[in-house]
Every structure is written in C-alpha cells, then in structure tokens.
C-alpha cells in the first residue's frame, strides 16, 4: 500500500531554513503528483506547494513564493521542500501527499486543494520563532 513517511522538521529561529523530506514506498512514485500541505490546531489543512509527477512544473501558494523550493528525485523516491527565510507564521505541521488524479496533476490551484488526494504521510512539525 502507499506509504509517506516525512521528516526534517525542528525549531529554528526566524530567517532561518529547513529541508523537509518525504519518502514514498508501495507505489510507482514516479507516476504520482506530490504536494506539501501545512496545518495549524484549528485550522483547515493548507496547501503549500506541488510538482508533477516528473517534476516539469510546480505550483506554489503566494504566501510561500521566493521562500519555499518543491523538488523530487525519482530515483530516490522522495519528494523535497526547501524552506528559506522561514517567518513564525510558517509553524505549523506539514504533511506530503500524493495522488495520480487529475486535480492533483493539475498545474494550478486545484493541485493545492486537500481533496486532490487520497494519500498522506503522518507530518512533521516545523516550528519558527521570532
């Protein structure tokens, strides 16, 4: 079955970056678009940034863009997200997920929506203070 398992995330001050990674298992994880999602208690889970499966386009939420880099290495099976100029309002858990359906292989908001994937990983919490 598919499997996520993210890690990477810690405490950093602000201005600080992290690397978060998701490894896929089960499944032809080349086939699959990935995307990284955020949530904060009491909050709707929110999306952060996709890629296609082949990692020709990605798509990033405005409050993350110049800051955040999606990436993936196929051949490693994981996924990647690249935090830079990290801001306390990025705290929160963050979770990859992956799908082979179109709205998640849509190059657009759609690819952000929580609903365009049937697949998630258990989190990592990142934690910025200023």
């Known amino acids: 079955q598919v499997q996520l398992v993210e890690s990477g995330g810690g405490s950093v001050q602000a201005g600080g970056s992290l690397r978060l990674s998701c490894v896929g298992s089960g499944y032809t994880f080349s086939s699959y678009c990935t995307a990284w999602f955020r949530q904060t208690p009491g909050k709707e889970r929110e999306g952060v940034a996709a890629?296609?499966?082949?990692?020709?386009?990605?798509y990033y939420t405005d409050s993350v863009k110049g800051r955040f880099t999606i990436s993936r290495d196929n051949a490693k099976n994981t996924l990647y997200l690249q935090m830079d100029n990290l801001k306390p309002e990025d705290t929160a858990m963050y979770y990859c997920?992956?799908?082979?359906?179109?709205?998640?292989?849509?190059?657009?908001?759609?690819?952000?929506?929580?609903?365009?994937?049937?697949?998630w990983g258990q989190g990592t919490q990142v934690t910025v203070s200023s």
């Open positions: 890629i296609s499966a082949a990692g020709s386009w990605s």
């Open positions: 997920a992956t799908d082979r359906r179109t709205y998640a292989c849509n190059s657009g908001q759609m690819s952000l929506v929580k609903w365009s994937y049937n697949y």
